[in-house]
């Protein structure tokens, strides 16, 4: 395999805070290809880098920045990745549907962009909309017929969770001309054994060390 990425899952989470320009930064400062974050719209048409469903008891989206604020939450918005965009892939993972038109207006222009998410409906109307940078498909399990799936979706790139990735899967996936890229694998004997079965690459907490042994192969 000529090329095997490494992707810091969040950035760098055990560096830097995940989900923070510092986080991405340290996954671009060891090595990594790139990285992984999670987006997410506040009531208030917000677009910002954040995880969880809920804040306390609230859900993150009945939330607005300044409910945020007010409860000393300090997070990234989206824009801070435009520059950031061009050092490595940046896989956006967009925890839900709806906002496709912001998130379009956001990112159309950056370079080594992939939007995925597991709400698949969301890169259904990407795709409907024809937007110019790549999709993918996030995961969990076993997909019935997945390769087809994700074709009808417009997803050029699968996003599964490791432990349900094995060579059947990569090899339909390649065919069709598909990229693999688990997440979230952090031993080596996962990186091995993904790495062996022809995977794109990997998404991982630990981007430093998998760039150390991804280099020791190369």
């Not at 939007?115 to 790549?134: G, K, N, Q, W, Y």
């Not at 993904?194 to 280099?215: H, K, S």
Request: proline content about 3%; hydrophobic content about 45%; some cysteine.
């Amino acid at each position: 395999m000529s090329k095997f990425l490494i992707l810091g899952h969040r950035g760098s989470p055990f560096k830097a805070r995940e989900n923070t320009v510092a986080s991405f930064e340290a996954a671009l400062a060891a090595g990594a290809d790139g990285f992984e974050t999670d987006l997410r719209l506040l009531s208030d048409r917000t677009a910002i880098l954040y995880h969880d469903d809920d804040v306390g008891d609230d859900a993150c989206e009945s939330l607005s920045s300044r409910d945020f604020a007010e409860r000393g939450l300090v997070v990234d918005q989206l824009d801070v990745l435009a520059k950031l965009a061009g050092r490595g892939t940046i896989v956006l993972e967009v925890k839900r549907s709806k906002w496709e038109e912001i998130l379009v207006e956001h990112i159309s222009k950056w370079p080594g962009i992939v939007v995925a998410s597991f709400d698949h409906t969301a890169i259904a109307e990407l795709h409907r909309r024809d937007v110019a940078f790549p999709l993918g498909i996030t995961f969990t399990g076993a997909i019935v017929d997945v390769v087809a799936y994700a074709k009808r979706l417009g997803a050029s790139w699968l996003f599964p969770n490791f432990h349900y990735v094995d060579r059947e899967l990569v090899e339909g996936a390649h065919a069709a001309g598909l990229e693999v890229m688990p997440w979230t694998a952090n031993r080596q004997s996962d990186w091995e054994r993904l790495r062996e079965i022809g995977c794109d690459g990997v998404i991982t907490d630990f981007p430093d060390r998998a760039v150390q042994w991804n280099a020791r192969l190369r």
